[in-house]
């Protein structure tokens, strides 16, 4: 490449910083530039909006929002861990902290803004922590470990997600708030005292009106409290600055760029400073309208307007909206537009309700357009009035706040919106954009919609076409239920037959889809006995249309390792069998961990090791769990009569009995199950898709219980039933699901689809409404005694065995990228073996992974 | 008959085309280390890209499932379930993304 390509330099890789470099590329820009990027932090742009996500789990790499081959493959030069630290606008170049120089045509600076620290006595102690970076949320999360109560100073929208967390850890926690109530600038007065009581429920204590005088130190000049300025004296462990931000704009002050009054770097439309070669953009700028913002929608519009004015097309940034949405756990609270209510003339709506701690507030114009508003308590309205934000609403104000059922027309549906009215505000996107779009992974690669807070994503997916289309994919214009019905009378047991007989035209002769065939091959392993189909999922042609983790009866994991559950039938176990598992998982060294479902779980098996393994276990009496398949995981039990003084029926044996009889059954998602001895519930029952709970008499069957995503409470479906009569109704109730069910729908979701809900699924399954009982148990009959264990099946046969390998041309060898570290006497998987050009260690040698 | 890739030297043999279920794949290690995923169509014809799914680093796309989108042939990564066309390697769900494509023939030779 000649050297003459003009360089693009921008400092800073924070979350605008990247939708600049991918803004850049979208225009074209990186093919006719060098793309330089300088990044202070150890790793390239992470997703900071959702940065509290990584204390519930989510890893530095899953919040990145990098994509591993994006800088290679657009060659833009990033620089880890190494800060600006000098720009000469002279000479057009700026020095790096490790003395490189580089040399510019364009500079963007995108270096974002620092938590604020109020300099107050104590406040370097050890123990005093910022929210701001990944680095950050480690060091708090170790420092938590020794602690027992912490505080965070600002009861902004930052610091209540930082009490949150903190709480999360194990906290006790208490909020210190300078101004009368919470969230200040998002929420009035009555929001805030909702607000307040919210939190307070959640066992977080709230000082509003006080201010930090001092961090009172103990020994060792750890943290050991804090001083009010009304006089009182708070004992904490801990504590989190998190009392607003401050843009980043030294860099910029010092080589003359002008700077506003209240700090960041002035910028005209196009985002360029002062300097016409130098740009800033996101929270380090201060944009026409006079204002720094501290969220991130603003940021990405001005990274489109500044790569525009790179590229030359024409676009400009004036000003942006200010919604936010709290994501803190449990609570509501949305603030949209004028939210203060300080336009001109404005007028109130106000609906509070201190029972629940609702509180809505609309603010509209004396024409009665819709300016803004604070939703506190119950936001679900929030994705369809900000889009309504500058128009007058199809219905009275008074019914927008009204809770559901107080009057008139209460949902007020997307089809009201403008097709300019904007959906997504991260992204910009409006109405009529996404409309244009027909699914939402469409929106979101067109569109980018729904990929920054998310809070979009119910409103996106109400507008897209509920289309009249019901068809299962792009192979198949009928539904899972409709398939299974032809699947049935047809008695089909080819998967290309069917395509090819009852496909769309155009998907005739084709290959099918990664949807319809594992679809199909349900269906198929479902009816097995009933349409002559082999009941084995991985016979013939049937083998073809699994998904990988019941194509290879086991559940894969991120680095392509899997995981091995055998089945522990109502979570009894003898020494013994404990004892095998152990073995094996040591011979083989997996990580072993007690699951969620009364079982134990071993990860880390090569594909070339599960044959070796599950030898071991069939040998030892174990059959596979499924926990693979869409299928009976677990029916948990609790110990029940027989040694809790409160059972009053036999749940263990229950569980067992259910546990065998509908163990390899196929479904349309995966079925739970649980039985409890009493009332109280140990099994949690009510949480499963069926659920059996012990009385005196017999026992109640629950129905559509789901944890998970969306939890629901299982309802009552039939009381004090006999042995027979409750494993009669489960029959039937597993086939009727099963024959109606959509793809990937638990029977909660199903349930509350069904039309006539519960009291249609008693009729039909209880009174035997359609006549369809004996037909369901005969099929559930067919189930059991068809049962074979996949696992023994598959040892038994030499040719499927061979299926199991790294290679197909070096069946010894193992793939070299499946590698593991060691953690808490465990292991792991090895991430960095996973990345390009890494060299790992084989037996045979050094091989490079690419 | 044999599954053969062209790489830089000239057509490598893989493994009998038999050894291949028409709708899955096979991962085969090439002589360089890379990963090759290799598969056949429901009409026999064959294809390989490279096993790395660019995604998530894992060494997977042979494992995936074959479908077709209007006339050609894909693999849905078993991970996150981005499909990749067997032809060009190219991403169908981030335009930004490819994985390497190989040659393919189903050939005498060894
Ligand atoms: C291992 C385990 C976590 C643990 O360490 O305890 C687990 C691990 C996984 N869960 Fe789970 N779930 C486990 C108990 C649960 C529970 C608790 C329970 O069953 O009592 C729930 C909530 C209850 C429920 O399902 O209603 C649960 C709700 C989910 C969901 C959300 C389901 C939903 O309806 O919203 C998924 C995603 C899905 O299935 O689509 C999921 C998916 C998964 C997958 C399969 C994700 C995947 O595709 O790789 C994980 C596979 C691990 C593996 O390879 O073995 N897991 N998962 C638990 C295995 C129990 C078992 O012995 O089989
Ligand atoms: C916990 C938390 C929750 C949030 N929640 C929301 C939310 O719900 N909604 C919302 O809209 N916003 C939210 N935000 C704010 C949002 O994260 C920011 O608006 C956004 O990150 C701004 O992007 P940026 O690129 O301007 O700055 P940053 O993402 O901070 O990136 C700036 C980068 O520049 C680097 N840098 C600085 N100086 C230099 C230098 N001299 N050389 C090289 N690199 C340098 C920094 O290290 C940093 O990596 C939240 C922030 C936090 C911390
Ligand atoms: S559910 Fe009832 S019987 Fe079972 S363990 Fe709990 S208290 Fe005992
Ligand atoms: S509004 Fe944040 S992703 Fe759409």
Redesign the interface.
């Known amino acids: 490449m000649p050297d003459t390509l003009p360089t693009l330099l921008l400092v800073g890789h924070g979350m605008v910083g990247q939708r600049f470099l991918e803004a850049l ?1 979208e225009r074209g820009v990186t093919r006719d530039h060098r793309v330089v990027v300088l990044c202070e932090e150890p790793r390239p742009a992470y997703d900071r909006v959702h940065l509290t996500s990584y204390f519930e789990g989510k890893g530095a790499d899953e919040l990145s929002l990098t ?4 800088m290679h ?2 060659g833009i030069e990033l620089h880890l861990g190494s800060p600006a630290e000098h720009i000469d606008r002279e000479t057009r170049t700026v020095t790096a902290r490790d003395g490189r120089t580089f040399a510019y045509d364009t500079l963007v600076l995108a270096t974002g803004s620092y938590p604020f620290v109020p300099p107050v006595p104590g406040k370097d102690a050890e123990g005093c922590f910022v929210y701001r970076t990944i680095e950050d949320l480690e060091a708090i999360e170790a420092y938590a470990k020794s602690a027992r109560s912490g505080a965070v100073v600002g009861g902004g929208l930052l610091g209540l997600e930082a009490a949150g967390a903190l709480k999360n850890l194990g906290l006790d926690t208490r909020i210190v708030e300078f101004a009368p109530r919470l969230m200040p600038a998002q929420v009035d007065d009555g929001g805030g005292a909702a607000l307040l009581r919210t939190i307070e429920r959640m066992g977080l204590t709230v000082h509003t009106g006080a201010g930090t005088e001092a961090i009172v130190t103990g020994e060792a000049g750890r943290v050991s409290g804090m001083r009010l300025t009304d006089g009182s004296e708070l004992p904490t462990d801990l504590v989190v600055f998190s009392a607003g931000v401050r843009p980043r704009d030294q860099l910029a002050r010092e080589c003359g760029l002008d700077v506003g009054e209240r700090g960041g770097i002035k910028v005209d439309e196009e985002c360029r400073t002062s300097d016409p070669a130098v740009f800033a953009i996101g929270e380090c700028a201060q944009t026409v309208d006079g204002k720094v913002y501290g969220l991130v929608a603003p940021g990405y519009a001005m990274a489109e307007a500044a790569a525009d004015a790179v590229a030359g097309f024409p676009g400009s940034f004036t000003g942006a909206d200010m919604s936010t949405k709290l994501k803190l756990l449990g609570v509501d609270v949305a603030s949209f537009g004028d939210a203060h209510g300080v336009s001109e003339g404005c007028l109130d709506v106000v609906y509070a309700d201190s029972r629940s701690g609702t509180y809505k507030k609309l603010v509209i114009d004396p024409d009665g357009k819709l300016l803004g508003g604070v939703l506190v308590g119950d936001a679900d309205a929030y994705g369809m009035l900000r889009p309504l934000t500058g128009s007058v609403p199809p219905v009275s104000p008074e019914q927008l706040v009204l809770p559901a059922g107080a009057g008139g027309p209460v949902k007020l549906g997307p089809d009201a919106l403008p097709d300019d009215a904007v959906v997504c505000s991260c992204h910009n996107v409006t109405k009529g954009q996404i409309c244009a779009c027909g699914t939402l ?1 469409e929106v979101k ?1 067109c569109t980018k919609a729904g990929t920054g807070c998310g809070s979009c994503v119910k409103t996106i997916l109400q507008l897209l076409p509920q289309s009249g289309d019901k068809g299962l994919c ?2 198949f214009g009928v539904t899972r239920a409709e398939l299974y019905e032809i699947v049935k009378v047809k008695r089909i047991t080819s998967y ?1 037959r069917l395509l090819d007989e009852h496909g769309r035209p155009e ?1 005739r002769g ?5 949807i319809c ?2 679809t199909v091959g349900s269906i198929i392993a479902s009816l097995a006995p009933t349409i002559g189909a082999d009941g084995y999922v991985l016979a013939g ?1 049937q ?3 699994q ?3 019941d ?2 009866l086991a559940n ?1 994991q ?3 390792s899997y995981s091995i559950v055998p089945r522990i039938p109502g979570g009894e176990i003898t020494p013994e069998k404990l004892i095998v598992i152990g073995e094996v998982a040591r011979d083989y060294g997996l990580y072993t961990k007690i699951t969620g479902g009364q079982r134990i779980d071993l990860f880390g098996a090569r ?1 070339d090791q599960l044959p070796g393994i599950w030898a071991r276990l069939v040998d030892a009496g174990f059959e596979s769990g499924h926990a693979y398949g869409k299928a009976l995981r677990t029916v948990k039990s609790c110990v029940g009569q027989t040694w809790c003084r409160y059972g009053v029926q036999d749940s263990v044996r229950m569980a067992i009995d259910l546990e065998l009889r509908y163990r390899g059954l196929r479904a349309p998602h995966k079925l739970k199950s649980a039985v409890s001895g009493c009332a109280r519930e140990c099994a949690e029952a009510q949480s499963k898709d069926f659920g059996v709970i012990a009385t005196a008499s017999g026992w109640n069957l629950y129905v559509g219980g789901n944890g998970g995503m969306t939890p629901r409470h299982a309802d009552l479906l039939a009381q004090d039933l006999s042995d027979t009569e409750l494993i009669r109704l489960i029959d039937r109730f597993l086939m009727f699901y099963i024959r109606t069910a959509d793809r990937l729908e638990r029977t909660a979701s199903w349930l509350e689809r069904l039309e006539g809900g519960l009291d249609h699924l008693r009729d039909v399954i209880v009174e035997d409404s359609l006549g369809l009982c004996d037909e369901l148990e005969s099929l559930m009959a067919a189930h059991v005694t068809g049962y074979r264990d996949e696992w023994a099946e598959t040892l038994q046969d030499p040719e499927r065995l ?1 299926r199991f390998v ?5 069946p010894g ?1 193992p ?1 070299p ?2 590698q593991f570290v060691a953690e808490r006497d465990q292991m792991k998987p090895d ?1 960095g073996a ?3 050009g890494t060299q790992v260690l084989i037996p045979e040698g050094a ?4 | 008959m044999n599954l053969q890739l062209k790489l830089d030297e000239g057509w490598f043999t893989v493994c009998p085309a038999g050894a291949v279920q028409p709708g899955r794949g096979v991962a085969a290690l090439l002589p360089d280390g890379r990963h090759a995923a290799l598969f056949l169509d429901r009409s026999g014809r064959a294809y390989a890209i490279d096993n790395r799914d660019p995604f998530t680093g894992a060494s997977v796309l042979s494992r995936g499932l074959l479908g077709s989108a209007e006339g050609r042939a894909f693999v849905a990564s078993p991970l996150l379930k981005q499909r990749f066309d067997l032809e060009s390697g190219r991403c169908l769900d981030d335009d930004g993304v490819t994985v390497r494509a190989y040659e393919v023939r189903v050939g005498q030779g060894h």
């Open positions: 590329v994509p591993a081959d994006f493959h657009n992974p690669q792009g192979c290309a998907a084709g290959e099918g889809c990664e065939k594992p042609e083998a073809a249309l998904d990988t983790n194509h290879f894969m991120r680095n392509g594909v061979s790294s290679f197909v041309n070096a060898a793939d990228t499946v991430l996973l990345k390009p091989l490079t992974v690419r």
